[in-house]
């Protein structure tokens, strides 16, 4: 998988205006498709300073930095992939760069450098080199102590005074075993396919297809969120799936775009820690033709739930399985987020190859962009009867791109032509936009009494 020639770095500038053509082509090669989707042509510079992506990128007191890897063309690629295929049609009116920072637009986010856009994710240096930690939620807080053996750690000035004194190995080794997300900043890998087709189930007939397709969706945050956005667009019917404990904790955060999301999709809220709750999601699960769900691995078996055997119970179903370093291995229960992810593919590095020192990329990219590349896995196994159990990593689908850039770009030499070419041809970075939200979504398990009606209760 991952076919989209490399560029060729500056010297072959028009080369890299067909940047989007040849990895939406490479896409659908992968998937075993032949089309001809039209992305946008101009530069991948261009559109990164379009979208906002320059200009959420770099020091705040600094001007914007151009990222020498196209990331907002392969946001323009995915989704002219996926605009190519059958019964696409509704999407005419999205911009795929765009989707990469409209989150930024709506809050307000600016550049900072060596911390994220939205601020809980920063890049700290230890005994022997860089790493990205990314305290998202209150409770990373806590594991402070464990993680670092010290118990005077409450703030990011204490955090990084501890951590200049330990070495990266085991820094990384307890964090995992902790499950805090933190990654070292490293080259991008030499080769890196987009998603695995883990199981492959069974095809539905022809007639099965004809109808809208279900999907229950279980993530949450950006990825998955986006991922069923994206095909509520295409006609599907989409059921946002939560716990009642542990609801979604995008409901905390800016309305509008939790709203921007989930408007549209039905809300249904779980006692999962019960016997009828965990019955009540699997029979949900057993109606779908698409699933999508972003926890670790072991979140769902440990409620007796396991994607394989889901898959080969009944021909045409679409299990899209999203994690931060993918579902089997050494890595398949690292926690991540989409600013460490995107680290951890190698644009930190990237970066630092490129300016002297390591930055973030706009804000949490790597979960847009695996949202729209997911869209794109799902619906392919809807039109094809059946996708199976498809897996895509976060990391992974940022250093697809890297790679279909080519690793071995000499990333400053890039980075200064296409800064001059948007000199040349008078472009600023424009700060991110987002899109007119029409109405709120759905409040947690507000559809639970027609859902459960309808789909789980015995006739």
């Not at 080199?129 to 409450?154: I, K, Q, Y």
């Not at 399985?321 to 995107?342: C, K, L, Q, S, W």
């Not at 697809?400 to 690793?407: D, E, N, R, S």
């Amino acid at each position: 998988m991952g076919t989209a020639p490399a560029l060729a770095g500056p010297r072959t500038q028009a080369d890299a205006r067909c940047f989007a053509q040849h990895y939406a082509g490479g896409l659908l090669h992968d998937l075993g498709r032949r089309a001809s989707p039209a992305p946008p042509d101009d530069h991948p510079a261009v559109r990164a300073a379009d979208c906002g992506l320059h200009w959420l990128t770099g020091r705040a007191e600094a001007p914007p930095l151009v990222c020498p890897v196209p990331l907002a063309a392969a946001a323009d690629a995915a989704l002219a992939a996926l605009r190519s295929m059958p019964g696409a049609d509704a999407l005419h009116d999205i911009d795929g760069a765009a989707l990469l920072t409209e989150r930024a637009a709506l809050l307000g986010l600016r550049r900072s450098g060596a911390q994220s856009a939205a601020g809980a994710c920063r890049l700290l240096s230890c005994r022997d080199g860089l790493l990205a930690v990314h305290l998202a939620r209150e409770s990373d807080w806590t594991l402070l102590p464990a993680w670092l053996e010290a118990s005077e750690v409450t703030d990011w000035p204490s955090l990084a005074g501890a951590l200049v004194q330990q070495p990266q190995a085991r820094l990384l080794e307890r964090a995992q075993w902790l499950g805090l997300p933190v990654v070292a900043v490293a080259p991008p890998r030499a080769r890196c396919a987009w998603f695995q087709q883990l199981a492959a189930g069974g095809i539905a007939p022809v007639s099965a297809r004809r109808r809208r397709p279900l999907v229950v969706d279980l993530s949450s945050l950006w990825a998955g969120p986006l991922c069923s956005h994206l095909l509520q667009r295409l006609g599907a019917e989409v059921i946002k799936v939560e716990s009642t404990q542990r609801p979604d904790g995008a409901r905390q955060g800016h309305a509008a775009f939790f709203d921007r999301l989930h408007a549209g999709k039905a809300s249904v809220a779980l006692a999962l820690d019960s016997a009828e709750g965990r019955g009540q999601l699997l029979t949900l699960l057993r109606a779908a033709d698409i699933v999508i769900e972003a926890a670790r691995p072991r979140g769902l078996r440990q409620l007796g739930i396991h994607a394989e055997d889901l898959v080969a119970e009944r021909p045409g179903r679409t299990w899209i399985a999203i994690t931060g370093y993918g579902r089997e291995g050494e890595n398949a229960e690292r926690v991540a987020f989409g600013d460490d992810a995107a680290i951890g593919a190698g644009l930190g590095w990237i970066m630092a190859q490129a300016y002297g020192s390591a930055c973030f990329v706009g804000d949490a990219l790597a979960d847009p962009l695996t949202g729209l590349h997911a869209a794109l896995l799902a619906w392919d196994g809807w039109l094809r009867g059946g996708g199976g159990l498809r897996a895509l990593a976060l990391r992974d689908v940022v250093g697809h791109v890297i790679t279909a850039t080519g690793v071995d770009t000499p990333w400053r030499a890039q980075s200064r032509a296409w800064q001059a070419l948007l000199e040349r041809e008078g472009i600023a970075p424009q700060p991110p936009r987002w899109r007119h939200v029409c109405k709120p979504a759905a409040p947690l398990g507000a559809d639970n009494a027609r859902i459960l009606a309808q789909r789980v209760s015995p006739c």
